[in-house]
T-cell receptor
Framework: AQKITQTQPGMFVQEKEAVTLDCTYD???????LFWYKQPSSGEMIFLIY????DEQNATEGRYSLNFQKARKSANLVISASQLGDSAMYFC?????????????WGAGTKLIIKP | GAGVSQSPSNKVTEKGKDVELRCDPI?????LYWYRQSLGQGLEFLIY????????KSGLPSDRFSAERTGGSVSTLTIQRTQQEDSAVYLC????????????FGQGTRLTVV
């Protein structure tokens, strides 16, 4: 079974609109962490936001927020007021177990294109 | 340097040749990772180095793949007798210790085996 599922292979969004990128995960661990990374066409992976399984509040970083619904095992990324520079691949990833576990499990990604 | 540096950025090689990919992590970062990303796919873990500990090589796809990290800093990923299925982007990342928050990635080496 897929551990990380990103159901949207591609999305087109009008500039300045909000965007929600879906991510569902599967783990039996109580302690885990969820990450979102952005990969522009230049290739590097850029860390966006992190949510720990015990964090009670949704993580926020500027225009990025993570809609963490633990019971549904979903960790959707919300980008407010989208910009042309947000066009990129977006990957959801999970670290299972304690923070000292160094392996990440990655989703297949969502290609986001922002239209002017 | 300020970020993770990888070289070369692009490499085209003939099937059967050996290639070396280099990663220069952020200074002071003890953890270093190699990932492989095939077209349109997520990242596939290859190998992990942490300080002076024995590396975790569990993700290496075959014995044609090897990696070393000299002096706890620069790392080289070597692919021997390259095959067309080795074509991918090879990404290196480093983090201060383990993966408690984030890893910093290089821009990758795009390897094409013809």
């Amino acid at each position: 079974a897929q551990k990380i599922t990103q159901t949207q292979p591609g999305m087109f969004v009008q500039e300045k609109e909000a965007v929600t990128l879906d991510c569902t995960y599967d783990t039996s661990d109580q302690s885990y962490g969820l990450f979102w990374y952005k990969q522009p066409s230049s290739g590097e992976m850029i860390f966006l936001i992190y949510q720990g399984s015990y964090d009670e509040q949704n993580a926020t970083e500027g225009r990025y927020s993570l809609n963490f619904q633990k019971a549904r095992k979903s960790a959707n990324l919300v980008i407010s007021a989208s910009q042309l520079g947000d066009s990129a691949m977006y990957f959801c990833a999970m670290r299972e177990g304690s923070w000292s576990n160094y392996q990440l499990i990655w989703g297949a990604g969502t290609k986001l294109i922002i239209k002017p | 340097g300020a970020g993770v540096s990888q070289s070369p950025s692009n490499k085209v090689t003939e099937k059967g040749k050996d290639v070396e990919l280099r990663c220069d992590p952020i200074s002071g970062h003890t953890a270093l990772y190699w990932y492989r990303q095939s077209l349109g796919q997520g990242l596939e873990f290859l190998i992990y180095f942490q300080g002076n500990s024995a590396p975790d090589k569990s993700g290496l796809p075959s014995d044609r793949f090897s990696a070393e990290r000299t002096g706890g800093s620069v790392s080289t990923l070597t692919i021997q007798r390259t095959q067309q299925e080795d074509s991918a982007v090879y990404l290196c990342a480093s983090s201060p210790w383990g993966l408690n928050t984030e890893a910093f990635f290089g821009q990758g080496t795009r390897l094409t085996v013809v």
